[in-house]
């Protein structure tokens, strides 16, 4: 090794070891991160997979526990919303086979919900809107291949309602009792459709963060608005559960990531090879 390259992996080195997630050396009031590193004993072996050593735990120190507590506060939010809920879930009586599932959503949503039911032209009206939200989140997907050359909210949109049609299928959740319908609401006729998960949400999360990566900031919000607000009507119509449109939320983030991983991994051969051109489809080996 020469002296360049001496100096280069002493900077490296330097540099990971100053990671902001690591403690500073509070004695001297300056960060001196290498020695708190290098004064731990590191021993640690694996072999063929099986780990052996000291355990983890055994090394922590009451200044670990502060800082962890100090500077990683949303873990440990979550650890105390895992402890609160598993006492929540021992302790909270089932709902009874004879009683209808409850939900929050539709606790809240109680005044909307009357307000439908009595009022059927307010029904039909906001059936009517979300139907025309649906058709600009399907415009939007399907432009952004068409017209953009860009198709990864396809993709995602495909991956999506595929898994749902698969999840929907394999437990067919029974359609809650109040349920308004409307003969102008999507799927158009009131005819049969599956409750978990709301394509609704999912396809409308897609489309904004693909409007994010664009920089089209306020169609983004625009979109996640009305998102909102599809929810809100969807729980007052009965039309879907409140684990549905939470899970809508999450496949579209979740389906968005996984169309991108598939980008990617067909983009690599295709920039070797050289099939890939701008402004056409990739063109794919399977």
């Not at 879930?89 to 009595?118: I, K, N, Q, W």
């Not at 068409?146 to 995602?156: C, H, Q, T, V």
């Not at 394999?170 to 006729?189: I, K, N, R």
């Amino acid at each position: 090794m020469n002296a360049a390259d001496a100096v280069a992996a002493t900077t490296t080195t330097t540099t990971l070891l100053s990671s902001p997630y690591k403690r500073s050396n509070k004695a001297n009031g300056e960060s001196n991160d290498v020695n708190v590193i290098a004064n731990k004993k590191i021993d640690v072996h694996c072999n063929g997979g099986v780990y052996h050593g000291k355990a983890s735990f055994m090394k922590w120190t009451l200044d670990d526990v502060v800082y962890v507590a100090r500077y990683h506060r949303i873990p440990c939010i979550f650890a105390a919303g895992l402890l609160f809920f598993m006492y929540v879930e021992y302790t909270l009586r089932m709902v009874p086979d004879s009683s209808p599932p409850f939900d929050l959503g539709f606790v809240f949503t109680r005044s909307f919900y009357r307000a439908l039911a009595s009022w059927p032209e307010l029904n039909t009206l906001l059936a009517a809107l979300n139907t025309v939200f649906v058709g600009m989140q399907s415009v939007y997907i399907i432009g952004t291949w068409l017209i953009e050359g860009r198709p990864r909210a396809s993709i995602a949109a495909l991956f999506m309602f595929t898994c749902r049609g698969i999840l929907g299928y394999s437990t067919q959740l029974p359609l809650p009792q109040e349920f308004v319908g409307s003969g102008v609401d999507f799927p158009v006729g009131n005819v049969s459709f599956f409750l978990f998960f709301s394509g609704h949400v999912a396809g409308s999360v897609i489309a904004s963060l693909d409007m994010r990566r664009m920089q089209r900031w306020k169609l983004a919000w625009l979109f996640d608005t009305l998102n909102v607000l599809q929810s809100v009507r969807l729980l007052g119509t009965r039309g879907h559960y409140t684990i549905d449109l939470a899970v809508g939320v999450g496949a579209g983030i979740l389906f968005d990531l996984l169309a991108g991983k598939y980008e990617e991994r067909k983009r690599k051969p295709a920039l070797v090879s050289g099939t890939m051109k701008e402004g056409k489809p990739t063109k794919l080996k399977l």
